[in-house]
């Protein structure tokens, strides 16, 4: 991409390989289910380092999926984050189960594990931890909350593929965790989702839960769905899990040149790295404060006059949503933090086609906008 072209805020990197693996598939003539997609679940559980994982049509269905395996049902409360993508919430409300909102951290933007403590009640059955942006949530503190009161443990991975927690693969730190691989991803598959987990029954039982409720061919033991992921998708994703670590340092390397401009800049706060994490920038988040020239949204316009694409992730937290609103679902202890994000954020280009020059290029902008 040259230059003087718009820059959008995501586009998937694909290159022959990918082209290379459809053909072999369609050659193949075995287009759902087939030994790809076993392949692909392997593949994706050594990468994780867990024991299981279980190939779904997308992330969304892997977070139902993991709540039916756990039996969240009506009159249980799960405690999630406001500060995410609708997905992570609804997956709650499929079980007739109530998402308790809790509020976020303001500096990695990830749920608030003191936050967390003060909304455990006795209907409280488990905590979906979202690794927001591709910074993974604190999971040390999450996990002795969840021991302490007994509670499930689910992460909402989609966006942070190959992240890493104290050294360690997210994904494989709570009880099952859910990715997405949809186009937008640090790796993708089209649509497409993964379930990881070291619990043998919770898989068992996704891996029948996607497929109709089959025990064995036309034995139906109980009410399932077709969530299978096809053989074509899992050849797509399994080169882009080859190449998803040069994916990452690619994001890695244009947050690094993004950052050391815009830490100078007034009003403006980069993205930060905790100690103990290894982020890999789905998303790479600026906030815009009040003693930056622009707002959020003025910003944003002015970047798309000058060829920057951006994007607000997300410009409403999911309480004040119109379902959510309607349901009486709000923030019990208001999520001020969530909703100050919500104002604040912007999302710049850091995928792998921008350029480092690019990428200097979308920093040095908005540093010379700061001083007019
Ligand atoms: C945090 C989060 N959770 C869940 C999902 C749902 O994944 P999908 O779109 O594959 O259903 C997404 C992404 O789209 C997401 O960003």
């Known amino acids: 991409m040259g230059s003087t ?12 390989e990918e082209f290379e693996a459809v053909r072999r598939v369609l050659e193949s003539g075995i287009l759902a289910h087939g030994p790809e997609v076993e392949a692909f679940e392997r593949e994706f559980a050594e990468f994780v380092g867990v024991d299981y994982a279980v190939a779904v049509a997308n992330g969304t269905a892997a977070l139902d999926l993991i709540l039916k395996a756990y039996r ?14 609708i997905a992570t919430a609804n997956a709650i409300l499929y079980q007739g189960a109530r998402p308790v909102f809790a509020d976020i951290d303001p500096e990695t933007y990830n749920l608030d594990p003191d936050k967390v403590l003060e909304l ?23 996990r002795k909350i969840a021991e302490d009161h007994k509670l499930i443990l689910i992460e909402d991975a989609a966006q942070a593929h190959g992240a890493e927690y104290r050294g360690r693969i997210v994904g494989s730190l709570g009880d099952a965790a859910a990715f997405s691989f949809y186009a937008t991803k640090n790796m993708t598959t089209g649509e497409g989702g993964m379930v990881t987990t070291n619990d043998r029954r919770v898989a068992e039982r996704i891996r029948m839960l996607r497929d ?31 190449r998803l670590p040069q994916l ?10 993004m950052t050391r401009i815009l830490s100078r800049v007034k009003g403006i706060v980069p993205p930060i790295e905790k100690p103990w994490a290894r982020h890999v920038y789905h998303q790479y988040v600026i906030r815009v404060t009040s003693s930056y020239p622009y707002t959020r949204d003025e910003l ?33 202890r208001g999520c001020p933090e969530a909703r100050r994000a919500a104002r604040e954020v912007l999302s710049l280009p850091v995928h792998p086609h921008v350029s480092r020059e690019q990428a200097e290029m979308i920093a040095r902008t908005i540093a010379e906008l700061g001083r007019s």
């Open 212 to 242: 109709h409720g089959q025990a064995e061919k036309y034995l139906h033991v109980e009410l399932g769905y077709n969530l299978r992921m096809t053989n074509i998708a899992a050849a797509i994703g399994r080169v882009q899990l080859r």
């Open 120 to 142: 455990i009640t006795p209907r409280t059955r488990a905590i979906i931890v979202v690794h927001l942006y591709g910074h993974p949530a604190d999971m040390k503190a999450f």
């Open 5 to 16: 072209s718009f820059i959008p805020v995501a586009r998937p990197l694909l290159g022959e």
């Open 300 to 332: 944003a316009k002015l970047l798309r006059e000058r060829g920057i694409g951006t994007a607000v992730h997300y410009p409403r937290i999911i309480p004040d949503q119109p379902l959510y609103q309607s349901l009486g679902i709000g923030c019990p």
């Open 248 to 257: 990452n340092s690619r994001r890695r390397e244009n947050a690094e040149v």
């Open 72 to 85: 969240i049902r009506e009159g249980d409360e799960v405690i999630t984050t406001p500060f995410s993508f």
